[in-house]
């Protein structure tokens, strides 16, 4: 069964870039059927979707963040990332990586990652 | 943006009731691509319904859904203990995705 684990700095000085990295085990990373996303929660708040990425590198972002945000592949290591730049204390949230299927939405999470931004 | 309104912003309810919570969406969902979701405490959200009516994988026969267009319905027939939890709609036909604000379930 597929699984989805994310990694990265658990504290980022404003200002700053944000990296956060998603690995996938117990399943393929490169095939057309899936696309790999960020999505975050703000705490207490609801879901933020932030944007996906095929394994081709196609990638699509929220317009909301567009302008700070990257996502990219790596699929020898079985592993998509996210880099959201100037994060501000407004980007404190829990990150979540997750699997989407075509047609089906995201059927497989991450157990999800806080982020604080503070000096 | 397709903007997702979800009702009630809390249902309470006891176990062994059935459960009706709405989503309405500020334009059609393309392809009933529309999604939920269940999140329970420190936990990531479980895909619980997609294609507005399917039931994902593993998920008890107790949910289902309903809805095309911008009008969509997420029913649990008779609550166990176990769904007292937050529900999210998402529409992932348009993007950018968007989610609903929630509807938390809890018990009465």
């Not at chain 1, 790999?36 to 932030?50: A, D």
């Not at chain 1, 990332?81 to 980007?91: G, H, M």
């Not at chain 1, 995201?106 to 000096?119: A, E, K, N, Y």
């Not at chain 2, 936990?43 to 399917?54: D, E, F, M, T």
């Amino acid at each position: 069964q597929v699984q989805l684990q994310e990694s990265g700095p658990g504290l980022v000085k404003p200002s700053q870039t944000l990296s956060l990295t998603c690995t996938v085990s117990g399943g393929s990373i490169s095939s057309g059927d899936y696309y790999w996303s960020w999505i975050r929660q703000h705490p207490g708040k609801g879901l933020e979707w932030i944007g996906y990425i095929f394994y081709s590198g196609s990638t699509y972002y929220n317009p909301s963040l567009n302008s700070r945000v990257t996502i990219s592949v790596d699929t020898s290591k079985k592993q998509f990332s996210l880099k959201l730049s100037s994060v501000t204390a407004a980007d404190t949230a829990v990150y979540y990586c997750a699997r989407g299927v075509r047609g089906r939405s995201s059927d497989r999470w991450g157990q999800g990652t806080l982020v604080t931004v503070s000096s | 943006d397709i903007v997702l309104t979800q009702s009630p912003g809390t249902l309470s309810l006891s176990p062994g009731e059935r459960a009706t919570l709405s989503c309405r969406a500020s334009q059609t969902v393309t392809s009933s691509y529309f999604a939920w979701y269940q999140q329970k405490p420190g936990q990531a959200p479980r895909l619980l319904i997609y294609g507005a009516s399917s039931r994902a994988t593993d998920i008890p026969d107790r949910f289902s859904g309903s809805g095309s267009g911008t009008d969509f319905t997420l029913t649990i027939s008779r609550l166990e203990p176990e769904d007292f939890a937050v529900y999210y709609c998402q529409q992932y036909g348009t993007s950018p995705f968007t989610f609903g604000q929630g509807t938390r379930l809890e018990i009465k």
